[in-house]
């Protein structure tokens, strides 16, 4: 410090400005000796525990008078130890598994993948038999088209994406297998229909594109207020072709709704048998909360 105000003190004649501190230093133009030696200072304590208080976030000039900035910075020191410690959500991954991810396979799990991916299938066919479509479509006045259909599972298969997400590795595992489930149903029902493989193939990539930001924006929806979930579902589930408010606020209290119902079944239940079920688009007490039943399973997890 002692330093720093020989280098203010010994400053005459012109000024310019020096950025240091969060702040802009006024110091002399002339010798450029003491201009070094202030510059090291600042590159000698920038990661030091060295802290210019007094200075920080204000102007220093020449003469030694101080003018303080109206703005405030962002301060992210209070914020370390926050994102250094290891959330409650999160599990403990020994050095090996870690390095067997980053190689691009998959590590140990909680559950059997066989029966991950048994329970996956059986989700995903929770999500596409246990929906009532024709409400959805008659409801929403949305057309009976394979895009419509689409549209409706992407948003129960995201419901049961993020409930999964909460059960560490082994959930998303599982999610990611869920994923896989649903790109080859649509694939089959397109088959089905008979469109044309050209036109198939391309309907695809636009529905993956669809999707992954249908994930986001129904991500930010969940997390904010209902505002934003409607405007997701306006985007995303009408393709920006809704004029009734009605429509928007049916559908904003069936996923609030229904993401409370999933975060209510127990989650060693959803990894070993994935069956889920799904409360009615139109309810008379649609605020209510819904014990869930615990599925029947044997020793084998089927």
């Not at 510059?39 to 003018?67: D, W």
């Not at 409801?139 to 689409?150: I, V, Y």
């Not at 929806?221 to 579902?233: E, F, P, R």
Request: charge should be positive.
């Amino acid at each position: 410090m002692a330093a720093l105000a020989r280098a203010l003190s010994c400053q005459t004649g012109g000024t310019q400005w020096i950025a240091g501190c969060s702040g802009l230093l006024q110091t002399a133009a002339v010798p450029g000796r003491c201009r070094r030696m202030l510059c090291s200072i600042f590159q000698r304590h920038k990661a030091g525990p060295f802290q210019l208080s007094k200075f920080c976030g204000g102007l220093f000039e020449a003469n030694g008078a101080v003018t303080q900035q109206n703005r405030s910075f962002y301060d992210t020191s209070k914020h370390l130890s926050a994102k250094d410690s290891l959330q409650p959500s999160e599990e403990k991954v020994g050095a090996l598994t870690r390095i067997i991810e980053a190689m691009g396979f998959t590590g140990p799990l909680k559950y059997s993948r066989w029966k991950i991916k048994v329970a996956a299938l059986r989700m995903y066919t929770c999500c596409v038999e246990k929906t009532d479509f024709e409400e959805f479509f008659n409801r929403c006045q949305m057309p009976e088209t394979l895009n419509s259909w689409f549209l409706v599972a992407q948003l129960h298969v995201w419901m049961c994406l993020v409930r999964l997400k909460q059960e560490g590795r082994t959930g998303k595992y599982m999610c990611r297998y869920i994923v896989h489930c649903m790109w080859e149903d649509v694939e089959q029902r397109g088959k089905v229909m008979g469109i044309n493989s050209t036109v198939l193939k391309e309907d695809l990539k636009r529905m993956v594109e669809n999707f992954y930001a249908a994930l986001f924006g129904y991500d930010e929806g969940i997390l904010s207020d209902d505002h934003v979930l409607a405007a997701a579902l306006w985007r995303n589930l009408f393709n920006r072709n809704c004029d009734d408010p009605r429509h928007l606020e049916l559908l904003v209290e069936y996923v609030r709704k229904q993401v409370q119902h999933l975060d209510a079944l127990s989650g060693e239940d959803l990894l070993l048998t994935g069956e889920v079920s799904w409360r009615p688009l139109v309810e008379s007490n649609a605020r209510s909360i819904l014990k869930p039943l615990s599925p029947v399973y044997n020793d084998e997890g089927l």
